[in-house]
């Protein structure tokens, strides 16, 4: 065989790779025979090693294959700026609590003997994320919607939820949180949330911001230095973080007819309204019917975006009152009965 010479015979390396590639019927398969016998004979030897390094490549490309499937499939029902939950995987959880609601196996579509628990969804939804973007830059708006979601990541984030709780980004700074509370008690668990994240966030993007910032504009600075072009002189460097924190302040002054938001350091914020899920709204629902399925997600966020219209008009109240009555938007919060449930 004119291919035995160019083998490399069987060692104790060639049987711990077959032993790494976790595929240990491909090692039996070279050493059951006495191979590393120099009377073994070498077509045969060569043969069994070509035989086994080819089975060893196909299963090593299946491996391959199905990893990339896992991770594909990761990344649809990922949202890749925040690590949260995506809109695919927002569907998926919605229809798994729409189950839980109606006592009712998915698979089956029997009803189940435990009781099944509340389930409230959450809308999230940051203030005055526009002036940040127009001011700050799309980047700085990414950073920002990237911290929101660091903080309400369910394993990692320090927004304290619950074993069970959910969390996806819907689209732009909306975030929704499936939870499993009732209303009042998710309500009172988000609000109770709000100080401890505009200071971590507020914090942090200032902390990311403002030296990409800054680097942008040194790297604005030197290309302007090496490779001058006429038009340079019409263009602004690219903001500080200063800079474009005044810009804010200004924006800010705009929008709410208040002077003193000039005075007032960024603080990134939320509003949020919660719907408690109900059997009725629920019962008879197909979960296998994505479509129906789909109508009834819209629906359900729809009622939590309009329970978060109170939070919103009271975070409006309160920045157009600043400093008088800057708690004015704390005590609403304090208080879910002002809040009208849908």
């Not at 499936?178 to 966030?201: H, P």
């Not at 507020?202 to 040194?218: G, I, L, W």
């Not at 500080?240 to 603080?267: C, F, G, H, I, W």
Request: aromatic content about 6%; hydrophobic content about 35%; proline content about 6%.
């Amino acid at each position: 065989m004119a291919r035995s010479d160019s083998i490399p015979p069987p060692s104790g390396n060639h049987s711990e790779r077959m032993r790494r590639g976790n595929n240990p019927r491909m090692e039996i398969a070279v050493t059951k025979e006495t191979i590393d016998d120099p009377n073994f004979d070498p077509n045969l030897r060569a043969f069994l090693i070509s035989t086994a390094e080819s089975e060893q490549r196909e299963y090593d490309a299946r491996q391959a294959a199905e990893a990339r499937a896992e991770t594909a499939t990761q990344q649809v029902l990922t949202d890749a700026l925040t690590g949260l939950g995506s809109r695919v995987a927002l569907q998926q959880k919605m229809g798994q609590a729409f189950e839980q609601v109606s006592g009712r196996d998915g698979a089956s579509g029997n009803k189940r003997r435990k009781k099944s628990g509340a389930i409230s969804v959450g809308f999230v939804d940051a203030n005055d994320f526009g002036p940040i973007n127009k001011t700050f830059g799309d980047a700085r708006g990414d950073i920002a919607i990237r911290l929101i979601g660091e903080f309400f990541h369910p394993q990692t984030g320090i927004g304290k939820l619950r074993p069970g709780d959910f969390v996806a980004r819907k689209g732009g700074d909306e975030f929704v949180v499936l939870m499993q509370s009732d209303e009042d008690d998710a309500r009172k668990r988000l609000a109770g949330l709000k100080r401890e994240f505009t200071e971590s966030v507020s914090a942090k993007f200032e902390a990311e911001a403002r030296p990409t910032m800054q680097e942008e504009r040194d790297i604005e600075i030197e290309r302007r230095k090496r490779e001058p072009h006429p038009d340079d002189a019409e263009k602004p460097l690219p903001p500080t973080y200063d800079e474009a924190l005044e810009a804010y302040r200004k924006s800010m002054v705009a929008k709410y007819d208040n002077p003193m938001q000039a005075t007032k350091p960024l603080a990134i914020s939320y509003s949020v309204g919660v719907k408690q899920l109900s059997k009725e709204e629920v019962l008879g629902l197909d979960t296998a019917d994505h479509q129906a399925i789909g109508r009834k997600i819209v629906q359900i966020l729809s009622a939590s975006d309009k329970a978060q219209h109170a939070d919103k008009d009271a975070h409006r109240a309160a920045m157009r009152a600043w400093p008088k009555e800057s708690k004015a938007h704390e005590l609403v919060c304090e208080k879910p009965s002002t809040i009208k449930r849908q």
